[in-house]
């Protein structure tokens, strides 16, 4: 069977992956080595140095472009060097237009980082993608989204947004990471290129770092190859076999993570000491309709804030969890918190923060895939 005819879970276990030539290995041996002999000058099986290319880390890339329908995947050694890889496709001078709610790993790299080397950044709020037209211009070059946005979980509409970038000349590139190729495709809704933090879903077990990017067009993706062995911010043939296992499980572990996200929302929802919940699974989720049309299920990123918006009641219900961790990062097996206001977003300065709703009460879950029961029960006596 052609893997463009696979479904998404035989997809994950078999897409660019093949048993070992030399032993039968059902696994993609870990091709632990830096360097391959040759047989004379240039005379070699395809790889030449484990930076430019590993068998580990090209069958991994394969697959990860295959679940996103992609034809070109390139790994690095961390989210935020993949976002670096396409930052530097840009030079001096030209602009780049992001949504103003995003990760704050993704903010400070603009910001104190490439906005050093020229690069001018505006962050929108995309919930009405049209609000980009105010800022784009000839200079535009990129236009950066995340959907669900983290950490308000906002729902922006991927297609009007292509639509407006290749009416104007500038590229796609969709953050990815919250949906998973399981949920949502963006190269099928006209984004150019996409961006996980595989880190967080792919890996799945809280056990890699890791980044990707994925492509269709051949130029974009020459382009990520000759910067991705330039700077050398490539991943290593352990992490790579690692998140190879992960992904197998991917779509099994996405519908429980959905299942027990939904339980956990609505529990939040009705819960007398919670202020808001943001979950786009909820009618009255502004753009819940855009969120039906372009994703499979919601997901099991939720965000909420406590009553009365008191800094002090998020850090005492925060240390009174008993299944929920509180750790940095997301999307693995066990169900995580965090205080976006101190940290994942503690980069973006407060006024800026409380502009897009990250108030000192606000809290982000990572629904894990454990018994639902046990979350909302965990949640229950915190709330207390």
């Known amino acids: 069977m052609k893997e463009k005819d696979m479904k998404f879970g035989t997809k994950a276990i078999h897409a660019g992956v093949a048993p070992d030539e030399a032993t039968g290995a059902i696994m993609t041996p870990i091709y632990q080595t830096s360097t391959y002999v040759q047989d004379g000058v240039g005379n070699h099986k395809g790889y030449a140095y484990s930076r430019s290319k590993n068998p580990t880390r090209d069958a991994l890339e394969k697959n990860i472009a295959a679940i996103e329908n992609g034809k070109f995947g390139a790994c ?65 070059k990129l236009i950066w989204v995340e959907s669900p946005t983290n950490p308000m979980m906002n729902i922006i509409d991927i297609e009007a947004c292509a639509r407006i970038a290749k009416n104007h000349n500038a590229l796609l590139a969709v953050d990815n990471t919250f949906a998973t190729p399981y949920l949502q495709n963006p190269l099928d809704l006209g984004a150019d290129i996409v961006m996980h933090s595989v880190t967080k879903y792919l890996g799945g077990h809280s056990d890699v770092v890791m980044g990707a990017l994925v492509s269709n067009d051949e130029a974009i993706a020459k382009e990520i190859y000759r910067i991705q062995n330039s700077s050398g911010a490539v991943t290593a043939p352990m992490d790579s076999f690692l998140a190879l296992r992960g992904i197998k499980t991917l779509h099994l572990r996405m519908q429980r993570h959905c299942e027990n996200g939904r339980k956990v929302a609505q529990f939040l929802k009705s819960h007398p000491k919670v202020d808001k919940v943001y979950w786009p699974g909820f009618e009255d989720h502004p753009n819940h309709e855009v969120a039906k049309s372009q994703m499979r299920d919601f997901g099991g990123m939720i965000s909420f804030s406590i009553v009365g918006n008191q800094l002090e009641d998020a850090f005492a219900f925060l240390k009174k969890t008993n299944v929920f961790a509180l750790a940095e990062s997301l999307g693995g097996v066990e169900s995580l918190m965090g205080h976006p206001a101190t940290m994942t977003h503690a980069a973006i300065p407060k006024e800026e923060r409380e502009k897009s709703g990250v108030v000192d009460s606000l809290i982000r879950l990572s629904v894990g895939i454990e018994d639902a029961e046990d979350l909302v029960a965990d949640l229950a006596q915190a709330l207390r």
């Not at 993949?82 to 704050?104: H, Q, R």
């Open 76 to 140: 690095f050694g961390s989210g935020m060097a993949a976002i670096d890889c396409v930052l530097k496709m840009f030079k001096p001078g030209d602009e780049i237009i992001s949504t103003n709610d995003l990760y704050g790993g993704s903010f400070r790299i603009f910001k104190t980082v490439f906005e050093n080397y020229g690069l001018k950044f505006h962050f929108v709020d995309m919930q009405d993608a049209a609000n980009i037209q105010n800022y784009i211009n000839e200079n535009t």
